[in-house]
């Protein structure tokens, strides 16, 4: 990955290619799983709305950032510095396509707005714009050059702090953001279900409850990129202090968590309840036995409002 170390120093020969195939098979993994909610998107019309439509931008940007991971023993020169250079830009992008989803999220359910869909285009200046200026600025004070499996940065403190400041920073601060947004969405669900039992209205409690349920899972989204990357940060901030001593196992644990980035972020963002059965609806087409065989007919087509996506399909529907 683009801000793994996995490079020279303590490292040998044979731990470097340990390295390159946790790097190829974890990335690999992360492409299937984006590339699939990609395609999901494309071929069934009925994803097509703003909410999954948030969520195929963000499986784009991991599925480019898992593909320049996956390319490996890069030759010097132009082809380095692309490979390099793409794989920041699309991580980057990636974690910050989930602060979009956080903040659509928090304005539907908390501010009551349905104007999201108007914001899209701030929403790719934001975040292709911010990519950007991350990439270039991680040119200052660096070298990439060709170690074995990647192109990585190697001069001295000034371009470890640089890269630091360019992929550490918006990445902790994304985690900051949406750990805070998703608190207060499901803050606010709280106290609208202690509402509703004070008024017992057991129809209202029963949709906000199913609500609840569905948003809790939204609150574990920031671990995502927690766990995918705390191992990094951890090894980013060793190898400032101590470059010329690496460690195995934590930079095992780095390259390896990192690259599972996109299949995890496939997994909780786009195999939701609306994917699923836009599935099942093909899969009981083609093979109507074989379905009712797996599915009992009152879980066929489960309903969405046990899904974290809920509150954004209602407001796209209403309007």
């Known amino acids: 990955m683009a801000a793994s170390v996995a490079h020279g120093g303590t490292l040998t020969a044979h731990d470097r290619q340990i390295l390159t195939a946790v790097n190829a098979g974890a990335s690999s993994l992360s492409l299937a799983g984006s590339t699939f909610i990609v395609l999901c998107y494309l071929l069934f019309k009925e994803l097509r709305k703003f909410s999954f439509k948030l969520v195929f931008y963000l499986a784009l940007a991991d599925m480019l950032c898992s593909f320049f991971s996956i390319i490996g023993d890069p030759f010097k020169g132009l082809f ?40 899209e285009a701030m929403f790719h200046l934001f975040v292709w714009g911010t990519s950007l200026v991350m990439t270039v600025m991680r040119s200052i004070g660096n070298d990439h050059r060709h170690l074995g499996a990647w192109c990585w940065t190697q001069t001295g403190r000034t371009g470890k702090a640089v890269h630091f400041v360019t992929f550490y920073m918006p990445l ?148």
Not at 82 to 91: L, M
Not at 95 to 116: E, G, N, S
Not at 232 to 245: K, M, Q, S, V
Request: aromatic share 16%; glycine share 6%; with cysteine.
């Open 80 to 119: 380095c510095y692309a490979q390099g250079y793409s794989t920041h830009f699309f991580c980057v992008a990636s974690f910050l396509w989930t602060t979009t989803i956080a903040f659509t999220l928090h304005r539907t359910v908390v501010k009551h707005k349905t104007d999201v869909e108007d914001l």
């Open 172 to 319: 902790w601060g994304a985690i900051l953001y949406n750990g805070f947004t998703y608190f207060q969405v499901i803050r606010m669900l709280n106290n609208a279900t202690r509402m509703a039992v004070g008024m017992s209205s057991q129809t209202f409690v029963s949709d906000t409850r199913d609500n609840m349920r569905a948003l809790n899972r939204w609150g574990y989204y920031p671990l995502i990129l927690i766990g995918s990357w705390a191992f990094g940060t951890i090894n980013r901030i060793h190898d400032f202090f101590e470059p010329n001593h690496k460690i195995f196992w934590l930079t095992f644990l780095d390259v390896g968590t990192a690259a599972l980035m996109g299949l995890f972020n496939s997994i909780a963002y786009g195999l939701n309840s609306s994917v699923r059965r836009a599935i099942c609806e093909r899969l009981d087409k083609f093979w109507p036995e074989r379905l009712s065989r797996w599915l009992p007919n009152n879980l066929k087509y489960k309903n969405l409002q046990q899904e974290s996506e809920l509150v954004l399909f209602k407001t796209e529907e209403d309007q």
